[in-house]
C-alpha cells in the first residue's frame, strides 16, 4: 500500500496564500492523475484541481486563476499552489492518486482555514 501524507495547510486571512503538499512513500511513475478534493463541514467532497502523468491540468472553476497544480516526480509529490484565497475556500483538502494498474491511494488531508 502506498501512503499519502498531506501537509501545508493552517489559518490564512482572506488575500493570502499556501503550499499544499501530498508526499507519497513510493514513486509517483506509475500514476496516471493525481487530484486535490477539499471538503467543508456538511457539504459534499468537490474536486478541486487535476494533473496527469504528462502534466495536463484541470481545475474546478472556483478557484481558477488562482490555484495551480503540479507535480514533482524526484520528490513523489504533487503541490497545490493557493494563491487570492477566500473564505470560502476553507476546507479540509486531501489528495487522490490515481495507479495504472486501477486502484486509488487517499491521504487523509489537511485543513485549510481562511478568514474574513
Known amino acids: 500500500q502506498v501512503l499519502l501524507v498531506e501537509s501545508g495547510g493552517g489559518l490564512v486571512q482572506a488575500g493570502g496564500s499556501l503550499r499544499l503538499s501530498c508526499a507519497a512513500s513510493?514513486?509517483?511513475?506509475?500514476?496516471?492523475?493525481m487530484y486535490w478534493y477539499r471538503q467543508a463541514p456538511g457539504k459534499q467532497r468537490e474536486l478541486v484541481a487535476k494533473?496527469?502523468?504528462?502534466?495536463?491540468?484541470n481545475y474546478a472553476d472556483f478557484v481558477k486563476g488562482r490555484f495551480t497544480i503540479s507535480k514533482d516526480n524526484a520528490k513523489n509529490t504533487v503541490y497545490l499552489q493557493m494563491n487570492s484565497l477566500k473564505p470560502e475556500d476553507t476546507a479540509n483538502y486531501s489528495c487522490?492518486?490515481?495507479?495504472?494498474?486501477?486502484?486509488?491511494?487517499w491521504g487523509q488531508g489537511t485543513q485549510v482555514t481562511v478568514s474574513s
Open positions: 487522490n492518486l490515481r495507479w495504472r494498474w486501477g486502484t486509488d491511494s
Open positions: 494533473i496527469t502523468s504528462g502534466s495536463i491540468t
Open positions: 513510493g514513486s509517483i511513475a506509475s500514476v496516471i492523475a
